[in-house]
């Protein structure tokens, strides 16, 4: 089989640094989003190739991981499925020392926007208690003597828990 | 001696555990590799690719991986001209036992059937396989 032999082994940061691998996971991507339409709205490979108006051979290439695609045929088909195809690029170097640190260089931009959402509201929610809690001391100093009524320092608002910050009184 | 034995396999994670099977002393993967000519590099970083997002929990498009009709737990990770096998096995993982050309696809299909009656014969006498550490 081999006549010139390959003398180095292929390391993880090999691959992460080749463009085979971030081809691999946008065809990846691009085949997830596809698979889960077709088994949302129950459609076959030709139902969807009518819909979004593709042959269903092309389609056939994207189920199949085989096709290098076109960035104007990979918009289209995105926007046709319904999704915005967001594009991030991510210093390379930082990726593989994320990865060897076992943390996968894969995003799953999905839940990291659900944790944002998340970490956002807790926030929202714990900014709120603090407002009231001053509102609350303000017309009843005596009821909550403690709680912190000096001026408040934007930037430390939000890399401090306000319960940390302030006393807290409730 | 036991004839088989484990690698941790260098593309595997925490989450997902691959590992590459040593057949009398040789590492499958490794020899797989090792006789890919470099023209193929580009192939092997393609099916070294699809080791990396399983082990992310993805699912891959049905080009690249294909569960073995007729034997349970098998599966091939395929590239144009390429395949790679690997069986799970409870309690051990995902093990890739053999890589090989697409030309010779029925024949290592019937030695990976061979390969996992073998395999699954060592297991039920001398109990899980070991586990060895790579020199590099």
Same mark, same amino acid.
């Given at each position: 089989m081999a006549s010139s032999k390959s003398k180095h082994r292929i390391t993880r940061e090999d691959l992460l640094r080749s463009p085979e691998y971030w081809i691999e996971n946008i065809k990846t991507e691009l085949y997830n989003v596809i698979q889960d339409y077709m088994d949302e709205h129950k459609l076959n490979r030709t139902q969807l190739a009518e819909l979004v108006g593709v042959t269903k051979g092309y389609i056939s290439q994207v189920l199949n991981g085989s096709s290098d695609h076109r960035i104007s045929k990979l918009v289209n088909l995105a926007t046709m499925v319904g999704k915005a195809p967001y594009i991030y690029f991510k210093d390379l170097n930082a990726v593989i020392e994320k990865d060897k640190n076992d943390q996968s260089a894969y995003i799953d931009f999905q839940q990291l926007e659900l944790d944002a959402e998340k970490l956002g509201r807790k926030f929202i929610k714990a900014n709120n208690t603090n407002i009231v809690r001053l509102k609350t001391h303000l017309n009843n /100093? #005596?009821?909550? /003597? #403690?709680?912190y009524t000096g001026p408040v320092d934007r930037k430390e608002q939000f890399t401090n828990p306000p319960s940390k910050k302030y006393n807290d009184v409730a | 001696m036991h004839k088989f034995a484990l690698h941790k396999n260098i593309y595997s994670s925490s989450k997902i555990q691959f590992y590459n099977l040593i057949n009398e002393g040789i590492d499958q993967f490794h020899a797989f590799e090792e006789r890919l000519?470099?023209?193929?590099n580009s192939e092997f970083k393609s099916l070294a690719s699809s080791i990396l997002q399983l082990c992310d929990g993805r699912n891959l498009p049905h080009g690249k991986r294909r569960k073995i009709e007729g034997l349970k737990n098998c599966v091939e990770l395929r590239s144009r001209n390429h395949r790679l096998y690997y069986i799970k096995i409870p309690e051990h993982g995902l093990i890739i036992c053999l890589g090989g050309t697409k030309k010779n696809q029925k024949k290592d299909i019937n030695r990976i059937k061979a390969l996992r009656k073998l395999l699954l014969k060592q297991i039920m006498d001398h109990g899980k396989l070991k586990i060895k550490t790579q020199n590099n």
């Open positions: /100093p #005596k009821a909550y /003597p #403690k709680c | 000519e470099t023209q193929y």
